[in-house]
């Protein structure tokens, strides 16, 4: 089945570095993948968006790949702050044609003063 | 400023009542989702719709209805209500294509007792 999956649960980071989430996917080739954020006990909140035939995309301090060789995404935070706390979702639709819009489970960055 | 709108942000409801959660959104987009989301399993589907009447199931539809007779409102109904399905439900609205952003709504944290 086309699985959208997140290997890490939880990640903790030092202040001012780089963070580095993944996203897999599995049985499929989304041609598009998004990031969320989603702070707890809210909903979550839509940060970038990245192509199939985008290799990268960046948006302030935030920058996501896309290679569809390893069918990973990452999503990369520099210079990271306490305030980048929260966890982080990647989604895609199933397949070509579906409406249906499926998230990994996240991971969880904290960033430590 | 784009909104999607929980009728409840925390219910409680008993054992074996009719549950009702409504969702509004005033983006006139064609697409809407029902998820749910419990700790280590993520965000879970459970229905979608891409028009008005349409429907879909999601990965979890299991003792779960819907109902979207106005394109603005995508209603979730427990037609009996049971302890496993407590957790935080998220309503989310798009537009019906692969490359547009999902907004969500505040959550609603249902607890069945």
């Known amino acids: ?113 | 400023d784009v909104k999607v709108t929980q009728s409840s942000r925390y219910l409680v409801k008993r054992t074996g009542e009719k549950v009702f959660l409504e969702c509004v959104q005033d983006m006139d987009h064609e697409n809407m989702f029902w998820y749910r989301q419990d700790p280590g399993l993520g965000l879970r589907l459970i229905y979608f719709s891409y028009d008005v009447k349409m429907k879909e199931k999601g990965d979890i539809p299991e003792g779960y209805s819907v109902s979207r007779e106005k394109k603005e409102r995508f209603s979730l109904i427990l037609e009996s209500a049971s302890t496993n399905q407590t957790s935080m439900y998220l309503c989310a609205g798009n537009k019906g294509s692969a490359n547009t952003e999902a907004f969500f709504g505040q959550g609603t944290r249902l607890t069945v007792v």
């Open chain 1, 1 to 113: 089945s086309q699985k959208i999956e997140q290997n890490s649960e939880a990640l903790n980071i030092q202040e001012g570095k780089t963070a580095t989430l993944t996203c897999n996917y599995t049985n499929y080739s989304p041609a598009y993948l998004q990031w969320y954020r989603q702070d707890p006990g809210r909903g979550p909140v839509f940060l970038l968006l990245i192509r199939e035939n985008e290799k990268e995309k960046r948006k302030e301090r935030l920058k996501v790949t896309f290679d569809t060789t390893l069918k990973q995404s990452l999503f990369h935070i520099t210079a990271s702050q306490p305030a980048d706390s929260a966890t982080y979702l990647c989604a895609a639709y199933s397949g070509a044609g579906s409406y249906q819009l499926t998230f990994g489970k996240g991971t969880k960055l904290s960033v430590i003063p």
